[in-house]
């Protein structure tokens, strides 16, 4: 048989745009539902510490379900209220539940150089030189220990601080 015999086949064709609008709606349908996933995942985590009042706080240490993070977050309201002190205990409390909370190891030494207890601030100063001297650098650029500064034996802490963390 030769081509010419054959029956001719037409090829179908589908017109573009319903394909392209169709497509586009899934897509956007798509991206919709990311979306939404994304803000309600965002308002769960609203309910957490981070956004809790002082009160709610202290609810959940109370209740015993406290952890890391509540305590953390609690200090942070006392620090933010003045109240160094406890905020001192439950940055404490924080890092006995989660010792790599660096955030909180900072904030600790940030509450113990305005309390003015300087003994337990040198202590707090000389471990963490030994364990994490950039982090006690950063401690010491803060404006909260200038005051602390002054004496001579923070100003030598201060400047081993410096030359391990530049090792």
Not at 66 to 94: C, F, H, I, P
Not at 138 to 160: I, M, N
């Amino acid at each position: 048989m030769n081509e010419s015999s054959r029956p001719q086949q037409s090829m179908v064709r589908y017109r573009r745009l319903p394909a392209a609008l169709t497509l586009g709606v899934v897509f956007a349908c798509g991206g919709l539902l990311i979306l939404l996933h994304a803000r309600s995942a965002h308002a769960a985590g609203a309910a957490g510490p981070a956004h809790w009042s002082l009160e709610q706080l202290e609810v959940a240490i109370g209740s015993g379900s406290a952890d890391s993070q509540t305590w953390y977050y609690y200090g942070q309201r006392l620090l933010e209220q003045k109240r160094y002190t406890g905020a001192v205990a439950a940055y404490k409390k924080s890092l006995d539940a989660d010792p790599t909370n660096h955030e909180a190891r900072f904030r600790c030494g940030l509450a113990l150089a305005q309390c003015g207890a300087d003994d337990e601030l040198y202590a707090f100063l000389k471990d963490l030189v030994l364990s994490d001297p950039k982090l006690a650098e950063d401690v010491f650029d803060a404006p909260e220990c200038h005051q602390p500064l002054a004496d001579a034996r923070f100003k030598s802490l201060a400047q081993e601080a410096h030359l391990q963390a530049m090792d």
